[in-house]
């Protein structure tokens, strides 16, 4: 259940690394809205909207997250 992912700009030629995150197996462990992000790379913000750990879990492919 440790296994780490990368939540990452979705830009594709951006693919800047903001932070990672190891799930903790419960679904009340994470929940994530209102936050915005700023990418330093290309200069994207983003806003977080209701990101639970299983949400997370679900759109992670091959351990890497895109937002
Ligand atoms: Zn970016």
Redesign the pocket.
Known sequence: MNRKIEIR?R?AN?N?LFMNYFPTGENNGLYLAGIELK?E??K?VLRLKNYTEEVLIEHTIDGVFRV
């Open positions: 700009c830009r951006c800047k990418c790379k290309c994207r």
